[in-house]
């Protein structure tokens, strides 16, 4: 295994964390549904991973972009921030967001 | 909810993306709370957070570093490397590694 760009460099890494109020929700999960469809359509849009433990309702999703404006520009889509409202009310007891600039990366299976 | 460094800027983030090759494994079990216990006492650490869906056995550990020296210091740390080595040839199935620097954080509940 050695270094390999996986994005390119520059690029944006948007580190969410957040803890689940509850164990399960219709709403929840159809809003959550709906934000990973649009967020892979948007302008600047690189890759997303999103995984929640059920046990400790603790997630992380990190999205990637190709430059700030483009992560900018997505927080202020009006469906997400519908999104971020409802996270914020109801959805998250508590959460995070980081952003950060993709320095370097690699990954099992380089050449 | 408005802006608030919740690291101080610069830090640097390690986002490390893994799929586990098995449901279950004592093994990986021990190697990862000894990885988790010894991380937290390296220098320059600051936090890490690590979440894993048992169902896509999908997981996502973010650890934060106060420099990138402290970062690359603690992935050369001998029980690390081999921990690494298991976790090429056993643990998991593919990975990847993303360096980035953080430019900006909130969280909620903040001033």
Same mark, same amino acid.
């Given at each position: ?31 959550? +549904? ?6 892979? =359509? ?42 971020? =409202?409802?996270?914020?009310? =109801? ?8 952003? +950060? ?11």
């Amino acid at each position: 295994m050695s270094t390999d760009l996986a994005f390119g460099v520059p690029a944006i890494a948007v580190i969410f964390t957040s803890t689940r109020t509850t164990d399960y929700d219709d709403e929840y999960r159809a809003v959550a +549904a709906s934000m990973d469809d649009m967020v892979r =359509r948007q302008p600047g849009f690189l890759s997303v991973e999103s995984v929640r433990d059920p046990v400790t309702r603790r997630g992380v999703t990190v999205s990637y972009w190709v430059d700030e404006a483009s992560a900018v520009a997505w927080k202020q889509v009006a469906e997400h921030l519908e999104a971020q =409202r409802l996270g914020r009310e =109801r959805f998250y007891s508590e959460y995070s967001v980081v952003v +950060a600039s993709v320095t370097r990366s690699y990954q099992s299976g380089s050449a």
